[in-house]
């Protein structure tokens, strides 16, 4: 066993306070990674405060990671000591149902393995990224590039797949028209992603004051969606709309926006049930639709086309010992646009 130093919720709405527990020692197949980078989702949060299921504590959060392998099992041929290295949102699967099968792993007929509120193979419940070590099968490690900022990629394995893989679902093209909706990290990324698969692109926002950042970003054009008349102009403009908003909004006003057969794309996870007209469905034959992290191939492809591209999510790095307040400012809008805790730093 190998004593692994981390920060955990002891209960709901608490703190987070240092923690230690016992990683599983190597099996065959298994990698062991000094963790690097780790960086603070929003559904963290939720997590730890028991707004989306009931939790056991402690509870050590956190689902994407980047380090270096420390050691590795005798049967793993993907990795050796050295390598740069991630982990996403899963860390095992049942291996054999048709989707285990077909490479989908997060549809998992038995229930994939999540990185935290799971119980994983060894018995225990996972307790995962916001921690100095991590032990994983090989199957759901993925290879860094020595050419990223490892910084920014921690956050590539959740807000760059996210958004990455309903791109390519819905197979944008340059001639596409896309509208990302929402100001934050799934936000930043889907602009990254539009840009670089050369759709025109535009930012919608309530903050008028954000479209410096969405011009940072390449966005083609900016709209501020608090002004009725600029709403109006956008009446049928759209191919596509990634909705990256977890907060309550008027879904209507948004489907508008889009052309015939167009699609809203929602990649958030809100805490109420989302309500729209059917109106606003059957007229003009759209489609809203969802996506969340995805099979590890895809995550692999789009790690290779960022380094590709040179594309990793802009950070704001922190120390471990900074998390409560980095909660309390993610719930505040106040980073541009993910915290990415720094593990190693004292």
């Avoid at 994939?112 to 759901?140: A, L, P, R």
């Avoid at 508008?256 to 996870?269: E, F, H, P, S, T």
Wanted: glycine content about 6%; charged content about 20%; some cysteine.
């Amino acid at each position: 066993m190998t004593t692994a130093k981390a920060y955990a919720a002891y209960k709901a709405w608490e703190p987070l306070k240092p923690f230690t527990f016992e990683r599983r020692e190597i099996w065959p197949r298994d990698v062991k990674i000094d963790i690097l980078y780790c960086w603070i989702c929003h559904s963290d949060i939720h997590t730890v405060r028991d707004e989306w299921w009931k939790m056991e504590y402690p509870l050590v959060p956190g689902h994407e990671i980047v380090g270096r392998v420390a050691e590795v099992g005798n049967e793993v041929a993907s990795f050796k000591t050295g390598d740069l290295a991630g982990i996403g949102c899963m860390v095992d699967s049942c291996g054999v149902c048709p989707d285990c099968k077909d490479g989908f792993e997060n549809n998992c007929d038995k229930g994939c393995v999540w990185t935290y509120w799971s119980i994983g193979k060894d018995g225990q419940m996972t307790q995962w990224w916001y921690s100095n070590i991590i032990v994983c099968d090989e199957h759901f490690v993925l290879k860094i590039s020595d050419k990223l900022s490892l910084s920014g990629v921690a956050p590539l394995l959740c807000a760059g797949i996210t958004t990455y893989s309903p791109l390519k679902h819905w197979k944008i093209w340059p001639n596409h028209k896309i509208a990302v909706l929402g100001l934050g990290g799934l936000w930043h990324m889907a602009v990254k992603f539009a840009v670089a698969f050369g759709a025109d692109v535009t930012v919608l926002s309530t903050s008028p004051q954000k479209e410096v950042s969405a011009k940072e970003l390449w966005a083609h054009h900016f709209y501020n969606t608090k002004d009725p008349s600029q709403i109006t102009s956008l009446s049928k403009n759209f191919d596509f709309i990634v909705d990256t908003v977890s907060v309550p909004h008027n879904y209507d006003n948004y489907l508008q926006m889009l052309k015939r057969n167009g699609a809203l794309i929602c990649v958030w996870l809100p805490t109420e049930p989302v309500k729209v007209s059917a109106f606003s469905l059957v007229s003009w034959n759209k489609t809203i639709t969802g996506s969340w992290i995805w099979w590890i191939p895809e995550t692999q492809e789009m790690l290779d086309f960022c380094a590709e591209h040179d594309i990793v999510s802009d950070v704001e790095i922190i120390s471990a010992d900074y998390i409560n307040e980095a909660y309390e400012r993610v719930i505040k809008g106040d980073v541009k646009y993910r915290f990415v805790v720094d593990m190693v730093k004292p």
